[in-house]
C-alpha cells in the first residue's frame, strides 16, 4: 500500500476536525448545549458580537449564529474555513469567517465576547501563550468577557489508542501523553487508512510539531489573565447548563475572564 505525508491542513484539519468531529454521536447536540452556556453564562443577547478564536471547522460558531449573534470566527486553517462557510451558508445564517493567526489579532475593542473553545490553548512557547490572550483581551469591548473552555489538568482524559471508521477509511489515534516536568501534553501520532485511495495516510512533522499543547493550572491561567488586564476571574467545571463549580475532579476547566 501507497503511503503519504500530509501536513497540519490537510491531515489534521480536514480528517480531524472534519471527518472525525462530524461523525461523533451528538456532536450538534453538544455543540447547542455549548451555546446555551455561552448565551446565559456570558449574558448575551441577540445581535451582540462575539469572536470565535480557532473556530476549526465552525459547528460552535454556527450554532451562536444561529442563536442570534453577529459571530466573526477565524482559524488558521484555510480549508476549515472554507468548510465553515458552507455550513453556514447550508442554515442559511451568516457570519464572518476569516483564516487568521491567533497570535496576530488585530481587533480592537469590537467584541461583547470572545471564545476559545475545545483546549485550543498552550500549542506555543509560553510568551506566545500570553500573547493569544492579550489578543483576545484587546479585541474585547469594555466589560466583555473572555471564555476559554480548557481539559482539567488535574483530570485529563483516559487517553487510548483508537480505530474510528470515517468517510474514506479508517483513523488510528495514538493517545496523547503528558510531559508532566514539561507540563505538556504531547501531539498524538495518528494514521488514516484511506480505503478509498488505497493507501496509508501519515501526518508530516509540519502536522506532528504543532501538536503539542502546554498545559496550565488555574493558578496560572489565573495570573496570565490578570497580567494582560483582565479584571475577574471565574472556573466552572464544565461548559453546559447547569453550572458547576471548578473541581479538582471537574470534566473540564472553564475559565470566563471579565475586561
Ligand atoms: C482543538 S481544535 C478546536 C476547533 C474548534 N474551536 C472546535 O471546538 O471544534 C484547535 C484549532 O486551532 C486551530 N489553530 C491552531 N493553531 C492556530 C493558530 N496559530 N491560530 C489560529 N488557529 C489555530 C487549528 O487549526 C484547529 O482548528
Keep these: 500500500m501507497e503511503k503519504v505525508e500530509l501536513g497540519w491542513n490537510e491531515f489534521w484539519a480536514e480528517i480531524f476536525r472534519i471527518r472525525h468531529r462530524r461523525q461523533i454521536p451528538g456532536i450538534?447536540?453538544?455543540?447547542?448545549?455549548?451555546?446555551?452556556?455561552i448565551m446565559e453564562t456570558l449574558g448575551l443577547k441577540k445581535s451582540d458580537s462575539i469572536l470565535d478564536i480557532a473556530c476549526g471547522a465552525g459547528d460552535q460558531s454556527v450554532e451562536l449564529a444561529k442563536?442570534?449573534?453577529?459571530?466573526?470566527?477565524?482559524?488558521?486553517?484555510?480549508?476549515?474555513?472554507?468548510?465553515?462557510?458552507?455550513?453556514?451558508?447550508?442554515?442559511?445564517v451568516s457570519?464572518?469567517?476569516y483564516a487568521g493567526d491567533m497570535r496576530a489579532m488585530e481587533h480592537d475593542s469590537m467584541f461583547d465576547a470572545a471564545i476559545l473553545l475545545s483546549h485550543s490553548f498552550g500549542f506555543f512557547d509560553h510568551e506566545e501563550n500570553k500573547r493569544v490572550l492579550q489578543g483576545a483581551y484587546a479585541a474585547l469591548k469594555e466589560g466583555g468577557c473572555f471564555l476559554l473552555d480548557l481539559m482539567n489538568p488535574?483530570?485529563?482524559?483516559?487517553?487510548q489508542r483508537t480505530w474510528t471508521?470515517?468517510?474514506?477509511?479508517y483513523l488510528l489515534n495514538e493517545p496523547h501523553?503528558?510531559?508532566a516536568p514539561a507540563g505538556v501534553l504531547t501531539g498524538r501520532p495518528a494514521m488514516f487508512i484511506d480505503t478509498e485511495n488505497d493507501r496509508i495516510v501519515l501526518m508530516d512533522e509540519d502536522a506532528l510539531s504543532n501538536n503539542d499543547i502546554r498545559m496550565y493550572t488555574a493558578l496560572e491561567i489565573r495570573e496570565m489573565l490578570s497580567e494582560v488586564?483582565?479584571?475577574?476571574?471565574?472556573?466552572?467545571?464544565?461548559?453546559?447548563l447547569p453550572r458547576l463549580p471548578y473541581a479538582a475532579n471537574s470534566e473540564r476547566m472553564v475559565v470566563i475572564a471579565k475586561r
Design 165 to 169: 471508521p470515517l468517510e474514506g477509511g
Design 95 to 97: 457570519a464572518n469567517f
Design 229 to 240: 488586564g483582565f479584571k475577574k476571574v471565574e472556573l466552572y467545571g464544565h461548559a453546559k
Design 154 to 159: 488535574y483530570n485529563l482524559p483516559k487517553f
Design 177 to 179: 501523553v503528558l510531559d
Design 28 to 37: 450538534e447536540h453538544h455543540d447547542r448545549l455549548i451555546g446555551d452556556f
Design 67 to 92: 442563536q442570534g449573534l453577529n459571530v466573526t470566527a477565524f482559524d488558521i486553517a484555510q480549508v476549515l474555513i472554507d468548510a465553515a462557510k458552507e455550513t453556514a451558508e447550508s442554515y442559511d
